[in-house]
């Protein structure tokens, strides 16, 4: 059973930035491909990102440019570094580890990101 928590969202104005984080609790973090997906109220949760285990990374047309994954093996650590964040970016963001069918497999809890002036 893998363990997610993600940590790092809240409140910011329009134009400013947020570093989500991710930690697992498996011990084979490094062979799974992590995604970082987003619920807005009243809307269905959409894919942000994801990385692979080789680090090949994928992002969707609406944060491209401005999201950026990573991750970090040694701290079973993914990542959203977001800039230049809209009012449109404000949901609960969540991690999942990613199956070789590139489907979600396991979920966080899920953190809010609220992007308002």
């Known amino acids: 059973q893998v363990q997610l928590v993600e940590s790092g969202g809240g409140l910011v104005q329009p134009g400013g930035s947020l570093r989500l984080s991710c930690t697992s609790s498996?011990?084979?973090?490094?062979?799974?491909?992590m995604g970082w997906y987003r619920q807005a109220p009243g809307k269905q949760r959409e894919s942000v990102a994801f990385i692979t285990s080789a680090g090949f990374k994928s992002y969707s047309d609406s944060v491209k440019g401005r999201f950026t994954i990573s991750r970090d093996n040694a701290k079973n650590t993914v990542y959203l570094s977001m800039i230049s964040l809209k009012p449109e970016d404000t949901a609960a963001y969540y991690c999942?580890?990613?199956?070789?069918?590139?489907?979600?497999?396991?979920w966080g809890q899920g953190t809010q990101v609220a992007v308002s002036s």
């Open positions: 999942a580890t990613m199956r070789p069918d590139m489907k979600p497999d396991y």
């Open positions: 498996g011990s084979i973090f490094s062979s799974y491909a």
